[in-house]
Every structure is written in structure tokens, then in C-alpha cells.
């Protein structure tokens, strides 16, 4: 890591600064949360897919915030949100650099959607420059970036929101409470997906660029991962891949697995922990995710949409994981069965299915008792961009804080690591609190990555 001060950090990384930066006090937060009646501005990065989509539906519209300027590395990008969201912006809110964003445009808060390998490094300098932030999911690449962004946040006092918006649903929050409150009694066991994970990156030739980028803003979207030619694969496509995503593709690890695997999270009361056991309990294979359009859903099954998911490929393995009560948690379920966004959690007196958008139950009475009095009635962005903004003013914790955030991607991370490096049918210890693993040498070794020269993250003191 490097030292970074607000006044060098624009320095780094190549990107030179004309003269020592002057971050305003209002950023900073020196004079105090916005208050009830202020308007939080807002500032965008990265204006990729999940960008154009969560900007009309929830941010746009959010209840006191106004976005104030918004960024990506390539100016093609900005042209076309702008020609997209015609009326919103004019030419001057729009930056090639992120931090000058923040410099010049003095935003509250900034929403991180840029792909997942870049996301600790935009992140780390939006809250050492004083923003609240909204991360994307996954909120990192690996486990110990996600353990320094907690204590960067932390450290800088900054209000947090991760892209688990089930997190803020109604419904979702309305179910979690019932196992908690022992509506099915003492919990036995939780089923969830057995998602597919990222595949490996093999060596590809050099392609022509696409969409105005150059060998400057390539090398600036690589960000801390290996320098490689320019490929559309990688650039179009890189949740694919293990080195920029830990498997954000439909029925993947990281792509729908921190909305299901948060579900276990949040209806277990794992909000600040983790599993403390780990079995593979068969190797990991390339597999496709399972998905058959013949099947129909079973009477106890929920039978939600599974958002146009198409089958993939990509390293699949069962495995059982273990709280420190004993509780199983099996992550065995194909992409044909079960919820493909929640979780199934079986108690002694009956069993109850959370998905995004509706719940089943065995008895039935579970679901049909409270089910329609907490129904989500909006996009599921909305309460979670809300929230956002009530805890900016309020000075809360948010719904999806991140240290919930890194608790949810760090249990994709598990999964990818173990079926990576464990031994089918022996069952490895994982140490939520220290977040190491025990007796899994290898798996240790890959709680982190080297990062490309240049792109190191900013020192905690």
C-alpha cells in the first residue's frame, strides 16, 4: 500500500495533478451530516449497464439527493448517458477522472458502479475524499480488500450502502424476522444454489479497441489487475473471468450469489460473522448451472422469476458449510430448483423459502399470515437508495453496511477459494473473526492478490 494524503492523491496511479489538490470542507463532512431538509448531492461512477439501469429506476427519482455529476474513464460512456438521459445533464457534468469529479463538483455521496476488480481502489479514494458511498456487488475482489475498506470506512466515518438491495425489501426483511423469532422453531439446515463460479482467462491476441478506448484508458480499466491485450471478452464480458469477478454471471457465484447467500446471512442473524466449517463435499468441475425449462415448480416451491437466466458454464462443486451452532448450510440446490435469489431455511416445526419477490412456506399458514401485508410494491432499488439517503442525514448505519457487504462477498470468495484448493470429503476450519482459514494453507495464500504497480491502495494511517 502507499501513502495517500487528500491533498496527493491525485498523483498516483499516473494521473498527474497541476497543482496540490483542495478538497472543500463540505466534502470532507467538517461541517456536519446534511441535514433533514438538505438535498444530498450526488456523484456516478462508472456508466456501464448496472448504471444506466439502477439511474432511472431508483437514483433519479431518490427522495432528497440530486445527482450532480457523473463519471467514467471513457468519454464515449458519458456521451451516451447523457444523449440517453437527455435534459438531465449538461456538458460540464461529466469527468474522465473520477477525483476530479469529486474535486470541482463537491458531491455527498457517490454510487460506485464500476466492474468489480476496480471497485476497492475507486472506493478506497471516494472515502478518503470524504464521500458517503453506495458499492456495487461484490463489493471486492477479495476478502482482505474487503476487510480494509471496513476499516477505512470506519476510519473516515463514512456512511456505506452494498448492492444487496433484498437487504431493504419488505418482503425479504418480513421473512428473515420470522426465522429469527422461531416461527419454525429451532433452525436445522439451509438450502441454497450451488452457483457456478468464474473461469480462468487463457492467453488471447491483441484485438482493435472499441468504443474510443486507447492504451491510456485501457491500462486505467485494468486497474490492479495483470496487464493483458486488449480483448472484447475481457472488457465485454469480464464476470466471466476470475481475475476482474468472483462469477457475476446469471446463476453465479458472485452475480446472484451475494443476493442468495446474504438471504442466509440475514435470516441466521450472520451480519458481522461467518461459517466456521467448510466440506467439498464432491471436486469442482466446469458444469452448466442446471437450468431446464421443462421443469415446474413444485406446491413448495415459490416458482419467482428467474430473470431470463439462460444456462452457463463454469467450476461447480457442492459443498456444506457450518455456523458455530452446528447449523448446515448446504449449498447444493441447481438452477432449475429452489431460489435462485434466497435461500430455504428448515426448522423443527416447518420450512420457509425467501426469494426476492415472494415467499413459500411449509404449512402454508407461515407465508399466507403476513405475506401480503409487507409485499414489495416498488422496484427493489428504491428502498435501498432510500435508505441510503435517510442514513446519510440520520448519521445510521444502513441496511447493507458494509461490513454486511463484506460478510456476503466474502462467502462467495469462500466458495470460489475452497472449491479451488480443498480436498473433496475433508472438512477445512474457516476463522470468521481473524478471516482465515485453518488447515487450508493454499486457501490462505489466496485471501489477497498482488496488485499492478501503480494501482496499491492507500494506507489506514
Known amino acids: 500500500m502507499t501513502k495517500l494524503t487528500r491533498r496527493n492523491f491525485i498523483q498516483t496511479a499516473g494521473v498527474a495533478a497541476a497543482s496540490p489538490l483542495v478538497i472543500p470542507r463540505s466534502v470532507l463532512g467538517q461541517d456536519g451530516q446534511p ?8 456523484g456516478l461512477i462508472g456508466l456501464g449497464g448496472r448504471c444506466t439501469g439502477i439511474y432511472p429506476r431508483s437514483v433519479k427519482s431518490a427522495k432528497g439527493a440530486k445527482v450532480v455529476a457523473v463519471s467514467d474513464i471513457l468519454q464515449s460512456r458519458i456521451d ?45 479514494h471516494s472515502l478518503v475524499m470524504g464521500c458517503h458511498t453506495y458499492i456495487e456487488k461484490p463489493i471486492v475482489l477479495t476478502i482482505s480488500e474487503g476487510r480494509y475498506l471496513v476499516n477505512l470506512a470506519r476510519k473516515h466515518k463514512r456512511i456505506t450502502q452494498c448492492g444487496s438491495q433484498q437487504r431493504s425489501l419488505p418482503l425479504c426483511q418480513w421473512a428473515c424476522e420470522q426465522v ?22 487463457t492467453a488471447q491476441p491483441k484485438e482493435e479497441y472499441v468504443d474510443g478506448l486507447t492504451d491510456e484508458s485501457w491500462d486505467k480499466w485494468l486497474n490492479q489487475a495483470e496487464y493483458r491485450p486488449f480483448h472484447r471478452s475481457l472488457f465485454h464480458r469480464w464476470s466471466n473471468w476470475w481475475d476482474y469477478d ?28 461467518g461459517p466456521t466449517e467448510i466440506l467439498l463435499e464432491e471436486p469442482s468441475t466446469i458444469q452448466d448451472s442446471g437450468k431446464y425449462q421443462t421443469r415446474r415448480p413444485t406446491d413448495e416451491e415459490t416458482g419467482a422469476a428467474y430473470y431470463g437466466m439462460a444456462k452457463v ?28 435469489l434466497g435461500c430455504i431455511v428448515v426448522g423443527e416445526k416447518g420450512k420457509i423459502e425467501i426469494n426476492r419477490h415472494k415467499i413459500s ?16 410494491t416498488r422496484d427493489e432499488t428504491v428502498y435501498h437508495v432510500e435508505n441510503f439517503i435517510e442514513c446519510i442525514k440520520s448519521g445510521k448505519r444502513t441496511n447493507a453496511d458494509i ?21 473433496p470429503g475433508k472438512t477445512i476450519g474457516w ?16 485471501l489477497s492478490r498482488p496488485r499492478r504497480k501503480g494501482w496499491e491502495l492507500p494506507e489506514l494511517s
Open 35 to 42: 441535514g433533514a431538509n438538505d438535498t444530498v448531492k450526488i
Open 80 to 124: 451516451r448517458f447523457f444523449n440517453r438521459y437527455k435534459g438531465d445533464f449538461t456538458a460540464e457534468q461529466g469527468y474522465t477522472d473520477f477525483r476530479k469529479m469529486i474535486e470541482q463538483a463537491k458531491p455527498d455521496a457517490v454510487f460506485c458502479e464500476t466492474a468489480t476488480h476496480q471497485r476497492a481502489w475507486v472506493v478506497a
Open 180 to 201: 429469527q423469532n422461531g416461527r419454525i422453531g429451532k433452525i436445522k439446515e439451509v438450502l441454497a444454489p450451488n452457483f457456478v463460479g468464474p473461469n480462468q482467462w
Open 246 to 273: 468472483a462469477g457475476g454471471l446469471c446463476f453465479g457465484v458472485s452475480g446472484w450469489g451475494t443476493h442468495s447467500y446474504d438471504q442466509i446471512n440475514m435470516a441466521l442473524g450472520l451480519n458481522d460473522t
Open 313 to 340: 458454464k463454469g467450476p461447480r462443486g457442492k459443498m456444506t458449510m457450518r455456523t458455530k451452532d452446528g447449523i448446515a448450510i448446504k449449498l447444493h440446490l441447481d438452477g432449475d430448483w429452489g431460489p435462485g
Open 361 to 376: 412456506s411449509n404449512p402454508k399458514e407461515i407465508a399466507a399470515e403476513g405475506m401480503e401485508a409487507h409485499k414489495n
Open 403 to 423: 461490513e454486511i457487504g463484506q460478510r456476503s462477498t466474502s462467502f462467495c470468495e469462500l466458495v470460489n477459494i475452497v472449491r479451488a484448493t480443498a480436498e
Open 431 to 446: 476463522d470468521p473473526v481473524n478471516e482465515k482459514f485453518i488447515g487450508n494453507d493454499k486457501g490462505n495464500e489466496m
